[in-house]
C-alpha cells in the first residue's frame, strides 16, 4: 500500500549509543516531518525538510539530526542517545506546504533508551 | 506562537450516545485545522478537517466546523460505536510565516466507548 514507511518499529538502546530512524514515502510528497509523541503531550515537531534539498528545525531539534536523502526519503539521527528521548518517532510527509491536502503519518517508531 | 488545547480526558461513553471533544487555538492568520485519530499501535490517521472559517469537515459520522470568532473546531459525532475508541487529536497548520506547513497538536483525547 502507498504511503509512509517506518523502520525499525521498535528500538531499545543504551545511552550514548547512536542510530538512525529511517522514512520513505511513496507518495510524491515534497514535504517530510519528524515528530515525536511522549505521554499528555500530543506530537512535537522535531525537523521538518519543507522540500529535497532543505531541512529546518521544529519546536524540539536538540539532540537530533536529520538528512533528506532524495525526495522520497528523510532520516533522523540520534548521535548519542538519552533517556529523555524514549518516545514513539513518527514520520510524515504531505503534498506541499499546505494544509489542503493533510498529512500522512507513519505507523511509528517506539523507541527506549535505557 | 501557535497553540491548541483539547479537553481533558479521558472520556468514556457508552455505544450510541452522543460525542464531543473541544478544541480551541491560538493562531496569527488563518490556519487549516484538522483532527487526526490513532487507534491502538498505529500512527495517525487525518480523520477530517476545514481550511477556512465557517468550513465544516466531515467523516465517517464525525463533524467540525471552523469556528474563527471562538476559535474553536470542536469535534462531534451523534452515536459512537465501540470501534471509535482511539486518542483524537486536534491540529493546525499555522499559515503564513515561519509556521507554515509544520502541524502544531493538541495534547490528545483518550476516547473508550463500552458496548
Known amino acids: 500500500n502507498a504511503g509512509v514507511t517506518q523502520t525499525p518499529k521498535f528500538q531499545v538502546l543504551k545511552t550514548g549509543q547512536s542510530m538512525t530512524l529511517q522514512c520513505a514515502q511513496d507518495m510524491n510528497h515534497n514535504s517530510m516531518y519528524w515528530y515525536r509523541q511522549d505521554p499528555g503531550m500530543g506530537l512535537r515537531l522535531i525537523y521538518y525538510s519543507a522540500s529535497e534539498g532543505t531541512t529546518d528545525k521544529g519546536e524540539v531539534p536538540n539532540g537530533y539530526n536529520v538528512s533528506r536523502l532524495n525526495k522520497r526519503e528523510f532520516s533522523l539521527r540520534l548521535e548519542s542517545a538519552a533517556p529523555s528521548q524514549t518516545s514513539v518517532y513518527f514520520c510524515?510527509?504531505?503534498?506541499?506546504?499546505?494544509?489542503?491536502?493533510?498529512?500522512?503519518f507513519g505507523s511509528g517508531t517506539r523507541l527506549t533508551v535505557v | 506562537g501557535n497553540s491548541v488545547t483539547q479537553m481533558e480526558g479521558p472520556v468514556t461513553l457508552s455505544e450510541e450516545a452522543f460525542l464531543t471533544i473541544n478544541c480551541t487555538y491560538t493562531?496569527?492568520?488563518?490556519?487549516?485545522l484538522f483532527w487526526y485519530v490513532q487507534y491502538p499501535g498505529e500512527g495517525l490517521q487525518l480523520l477530517l478537517k476545514?481550511?477556512?472559517?465557517?468550513d465544516k469537515g466531515s467523516n465517517k459520522g464525525f463533524e467540525a466546523t471552523y469556528r474563527k470568532e471562538t476559535t474553536s473546531f470542536h469535534l462531534e459525532k451523534g452515536s459512537v460505536q465501540v470501534s471509535d475508541s482511539a486518542v483524537y487529536f486536534c491540529?493546525?497548520?499555522?499559515?503564513?510565516?515561519?509556521?507554515?506547513?509544520?502541524?502544531?497538536f493538541g495534547q490528545g483525547t483518550i476516547l473508550t466507548v463500552h458496548p
Open positions: 510524515a510527509s504531505t503534498r506541499i506546504r499546505d494544509g489542503t491536502y493533510g498529512y500522512t
Open positions: 476545514a481550511t477556512k472559517a465557517d
Open positions: 493562531a496569527t492568520g488563518y490556519p487549516s
Open positions: 491540529a493546525l497548520d499555522g499559515a503564513g510565516g515561519t509556521s507554515y506547513g509544520k502541524l502544531t
